[in-house]
């Protein structure tokens, strides 16, 4: 597929996401390249009054700046109290419609607003999907600053090749909340992502990872030729 190939894609996603959304409703908006088109039409569903009353739960600071300059009404997380629909992308999807998400470094704030929400729509292109997490993207983990080299090693005994996520200048990447983001390699995929996520949650020192485990209820995966829609089989 080529880049231009895959922006049509995650531009009919984002299209397919924006039918879900209905006049009233509090909305998580996500982070990254393929939200942004969901940003635009739903910014210009609210200037021609196709949408009204909309309000907007940004999950990081670019979203907020590109929210605010489509005038889409935006609230914080603890005023929004439930959201109705919350959007976003995935670094990975897999068949179980299991996610890594956080390569845009906003993974902390997402799942804030993911476990908010009450129904969660993925929206990707087609390179988004992977037989087994962590064959395509490395693990976000974010860290608090205090001691974040003392998680080295035991990352590398979960059998991960750690990595700190530096700016194109070389300097540390610093998330929205003012943490750092080490990126967890597994070579061949992560074996047990559960076992992973379950870990990662009991590690002091580490604030969030980018697993999104059973919690997307659709994923819509964009195609130059078609849409595929995926929703998750009830358990």
Not at 8 to 35: D, N
Not at 171 to 187: E, M
């Amino acid at each position: 597929m080529t880049a231009t190939q895959a922006e049509i894609g995650k531009r009919e996603a984002a299209r397919a996401a924006l039918l879900e959304v209905r006049s009233g409703m509090t909305l998580g908006l996500g982070t990254g390249s393929t939200v942004r088109y969901f940003l635009e039409g739903l910014g210009a569903a609210l200037a021609s009054g196709e949408l009204e009353d909309i309000r907007g739960v940004p999950t990081s600071q670019d979203t907020e700046l590109r929210a605010g300059a489509l005038e889409i009404p935006l609230l914080e997380l603890h005023q929004a109290g439930r959201i109705d629909l919350a959007v976003d992308g995935a670094d990975e999807v897999d068949p179980a419609l299991d996610l890594i998400k956080g390569l845009g470094g906003a993974l902390l704030r997402e799942k804030m607003v993911v476990q908010a929400a009450d129904r969660f729509v993925v929206i990707v292109d087609p390179a988004k999907r992977v037989a087994r997490l962590g064959t395509r993207s490395p693990l976000p983990v974010e860290v608090a600053p205090f001691g974040w080299e003392a998680h080295l090693p035991w990352f590398r005994e979960l059998a991960a090749v750690p990595t700190l996520r530096r700016t194109l200048e070389g300097a540390p990447f610093v998330s929205d909340n003012g943490n750092l983001i080490v990126d967890l390699g597994f070579p061949g995929g992560i074996p047990d992502a559960r076992a992973l996520d379950d870990a990662l949650a009991r590690r002091a020192g580490v604030m969030e990872s980018g697993l999104f485990l059973g919690v997307a209820d659709r994923v819509v995966i964009g195609d130059p030729d078609h849409l595929e829609i995926l929703d998750r089989r009830p358990t």
